[in-house]
């Protein structure tokens, strides 16, 4: 059966002259096989002998009536057809302002914002059907030779551990070889214009942005320039004061100095940079010294974009260590173009999940525990001062969390501003780029050469008209801040903390201080002449014309599972052992049916065309608040929402405090970050408000203590134990906070469960783990059998559970799959083969969702 992987048998069985069956190998005359070669049966005619002549005319007037019957039954077709077109037409032609236009006319309750059920019934129900049976998947669905036949994993859905030997999904599943964007629209961003939210219709080049440069700073020693912003450093290459080579060098030793350490870098580009610099300097000798504000400076990039022939791509996965892509990254591509040099490629969570790598965990250089993730290496280097800035991802929290724990600014750039061409992804439908650097008065200059315009290998790009945040007018912004008084509320009878509703904080500390910091917020932007309204979170959620009652609300959530599973560029769904070294082992995305994702979709397009022409948009530029997902105090659909739809993300740090009782060693320091949201393609707006806020709070920047971070991880194990053994109870040691009455503060972050002996998310051995940590470019042996997770069941049968998936894999471990090595591997039973297999339970439930789903309007 050909759904069997690696299996030599046909789902034809051919017949010889004895009419016994043939085995037959794959490739091995196919055509006989489809033609179904078998001895020719005896003709009817030749057993029976002649039909008389009134038999004949009655076979023939027999097929005159079937004749007649089916035309009858394809005209009843035709009518329906026509009919069902209608009403799809009618139900297309609605507007989008709540009011029911369904039909029939009678159905409708003229009083509410949604439609009764009857309603539901025929247009709800119809739009469904049409978008799951005629949407768009089958065009995006990656040809034949991108898919491999998959078998099911015994049909256990919750059994991750299956026995080695074999893949766990599906035929109808897409084969996924870390996909990267494709040329279709995954987001339906393009659907959700409207009224509010329109794409651009002209656009500029990165050299139509002037950017005036400062004064060059003062400056002594190449340390200097660690904590420089980007237009400073380009202001003393400018005058001669510092050439391209000291600017690279200074970086990367600092760089080279720090990684032992914290566990940020995962390939050193240093060779080449340096030749680049020293490329550089031999133009500008030449008296070309004007080349752009972003001409030497060096910068990290997250280890899941390709940049040059040969270096790997490894996405933080051990099985990925010599993986080296074909297509190369286009927005790193466009910062060379620049004059921007990338230094290293930065470390990752295994699979773009938190702060743990199959070689250890990346720490933040603020002793407040791991980097966190994904964009663990990009949030620790650019804090760190080794990176002006860092090129960084986010499905969902990696960069918003690496900024929080960091305590470094992010950005999130919106929808289609940057191409994710040549960048291994999660779900094409939410990921997007962006970056991690200290200053926001630098964002403007990095977003302008950063931009990509239309790229063919990202069909979701878009050109657009970028505006240096520096030329923003502040009379023609309006800003709505959302407050609360920030009142921790001490639970006796659970003897635990939570916020009084006022706020609503991510990553337990973006909330930290609110009141000081709203009051000083607007002292700044009243000092600009920026105007603004202020909001509780309850009056900010009555400004929006949508709520957890709107039609699609409940389904309007992007699920990363349905995502990856359903989606037509799913990621992680490469093979079994994958998902063994990596925390997806227990969230892996199940065999879900392709009519979840296309419902999904459906909702996410009406949802999200509501929410990107909302009034609120037509009335605010920028929305600030402490919820990083999310922008406006809005019912919330789904942490991921804002990620589908795009809307340009600015974290903009803040607030520092120095927190010793934190921690044994005395140096933690703790911080919190502002969150701007702007509509797409208006990122400059959130740049220039930014701006305004760091600069007021400017005087209480704390750079990480480099003395306390080496003397912190000296010595330290691939998985730090020892340094989280120091975290204290901060109720305990750092009185008032977290006390009855008292103010709140920050809650540590606990070491990556990847580490943790006998979590379910475990793929660091326990001994690897207590190894002394190696980067994995300084050791001998890139991937020792003891860092892989089960390699005593996986390694015997490499060659078929792991090979065919990742050959440079087996090529680094020296492993050579040749017929005597295929024969003697195991081979491990492989089930009945099956689409999907469900319970009576799991039918009566999935039956159940659908009808309430089509009662309820989308709610499921």
């Known amino acids: 059966d050909r759904r069997h992987v690696g299996t030599t048998r046909t789902m034809c069985k051919p017949s010889d002259s004895t009419g016994n069956p043939m085995v037959m190998e794959i490739g091995e005359a196919e055509d006989d096989c489809l033609n179904n070669s078998r001895p020719p049966r005896p003709r009817r005619s030749q057993e029976r002998g002649d039909t008389s002549q009134e038999q004949r005319r009655l076979v023939v007037w027999l097929q005159g009536l079937q004749l007649l019957f089916l035309g009858l039954i394809v005209a009843l077709c035709a009518v329906l057809v ?33 439609c009764s059920p009857e309603e539901l019934d025929a247009s709800v129900f119809a739009a469904l059907a049409d978008q799951i049976a005629f949407g768009d998947f089958v065009a995006m669905t990656p040809q034949a030779d991108q898919t491999v036949q998959r078998v099911q994993n015994g ?21 996924v070889q870390f996909y990267l964007a494709n040329a279709g629209d995954d ?24 950017f005036a440069l400062p004064e060059p700073p003062a400056y002594a020693t190449p340390s200097d320039l660690y904590y420089m912003p980007i237009l400073s450093i380009a202001a003393l290459l400018k005058n001669g004061t510092v050439d391209c080579v000291t600017i690279v060098q200074a970086f990367i030793d600092r760089l080279a100095e720090f990684d032992p350490y914290l566990g940020i870098v995962a390939t050193p580009l240093y060779d080449t940079a340096l030749e680049t610099a020293a490329s550089f300097d031999a133009v500008i000798a030449e008296g070309f010294a004007d080349l752009g504000p972003l001409t030497c400076i060096p910068f990290g990039v997250k280890d899941h974009h390709q940049i040059f022939d040969d270096d790997p791509t490894m996405y933080g996965s051990l099985l990925h260590a010599a993986n080296v892509q074909t297509v190369k990254s286009s927005l790193v591509a466009r910062l060379m173009d620049a004059g921007a040099i990338p230094i290293a490629k930065m470390m990752l969570g295994t699979f773009a999940w938190s702060s743990a790598n199959g070689w250890g965990e990346c720490m933040s250089p603020y002793l407040n525990g791991p980097g966190c993730g994904s964009s663990c290496g990009s949030g620790a280097g650019a804090a760190l001062g080794a990176l002006p800035f860092a090129i960084s991802e986010e499905t969902s929290g990696s960069i918003a969390c690496p900024a929080a724990q ?12 940057l191409s994710r061409g040549g960048a291994g992804l999660l779900t094409s ?4 780029l962006g970056w991690h650097s200290r200053y926001l008065s630098d964002f403007g200059v990095i977003m302008n050469y ?35 008084n920030g009142t921790w509320v001490y639970d006796a009878q659970s003897a635990s903390y939570a916020w009084d509703g006022a706020v609503r904080q991510s990553f337990s500390k973006t909330a930290w201080h609110w009141p000081e910091r709203v009051a000083r917020i607007k002292a700044a932007l009243d000092a600009a002449g920026v105007a603004y309204d202020v909001f509780t979170l309850d009056e900010a959620n009555a400004l929006w014309s949508f709520d957890s009652r709107t039609t699609y609300f409940e389904c309007a959530d992007p699920r990363i599972d349905v995502m990856m599973a359903g989606g037509p560029w799913a990621q992680t769904q490469e093979f079994e052992y994958a998902f063994q070294n990596s925390k997806w082992k227990t969230s892996y995305p199940k065999n879900i049916p392709m009519k979840d994702y296309r419902y999904m979709r459906h909702c996410m397009k009406e949802l999200g065309k509501k929410f990107l022409n909302d009034p609120v948009w037509g009335t605010y530029d920028v929305i600030i608040e402490t919820n990083s997902a999310l922008g406006g105090g809005y019912d919330i659909p789904s942490s991921s929402f804002e990620q589908w739809v795009r809307t340009a993300k600015t974290f903009v740090m803040d607030y520092y405090e120095a927190l010793p009782c934190a921690h044994a060693l005395g140096k933690t320091v703790e911080g919190a970050y502002a969150v701007l949201t702007a509509k797409p393609f208006e990122d400059h707006k959130n740049f220039y408000v930014g701006t305004l806020i760091q600069n007021a709070a400017m005087d209480a920047v704390i750079f990480p203590d480099d003395d306390a971070i080496k003397t912190a991880f ?17 109720a305990a040691s750092c009185p008032p906070l977290n006390t009855p009455g008292g103010p709140p503060a920050p809650t540590p972050f606990g070491i990556d469960d990847a580490c943790i002996p006998g979590s379910p998310l475990q793929h660091l051995p326990e001994a690897w783990g207590q190894e002394p940590y190696v980067a994995p470019y300084n050791m001998d042996e890139k991937v020792p059998d003891r860092a892989l997770w089960r390699w005593d069941e996986y ?3 490499a060659c078929t559970a792991v090979c065919p998936f990742v050959p440079s894999f087996c090529e680094l471990k020296g492993i050579v799959c040749d017929d005597r090595r295929l024969a003697e591997e195991p081979v491990a039973p492989l089930p009945e083969p099956t689409h999907r297999k469900l319970s009576a339970a799991d039918r009566a439930r999935l039956r159940q969702d659908f009808h309430d789903m089509l009662q309820d309007g989308g709610r499921l």
């Open 429 to 432: 439908e939410t990921d997007h």
């Open 406 to 417: 960091n305590l470094v600014s992010g950005h999130i750039g919106s929808y289609g501003t």
């Open 155 to 175: 049909g256990a859905a919750t059994a991750y551990d299956g026995p080695a030997g074999f893949a766990i999904y599906d035929e109808y599943n897409p084969e």
């Open 450 to 484: 950063a931009r990509t315009g239309r790229d063919a290998l990202d069909g979701d790009t878009v050109a657009i008209p970028f505006v240096n945040p520096a030329d923003v007018d502040p009379a023609s912004l309006r800003v709505m801040i959302i407050v609360g």
């Open 714 to 730: 000296e010595g330290r194990t691939r998985c730090p134990f020892a340094f989280y053994d120091g975290n204290a109870d901060l």
């Open 187 to 210: 987001s339906l961003v393009r659907d959700m214009q409207g009224d509010v939210f329109r794409f651009p219709e002209t656009s500029n080049e990165p050299d139509d942005v002037a």
């Open 795 to 797: 390694g015997p049968v």
């Open 82 to 114: 026509y009919r069902q077109g209608k009403m799809m037409r009618k139900v297309d032609d609605d507007d989008d302002d709540g009011s029911c236009s369904c039909p029939p006319p009678a159905a409708c309750d003229d009083d509410a914002a949604t």
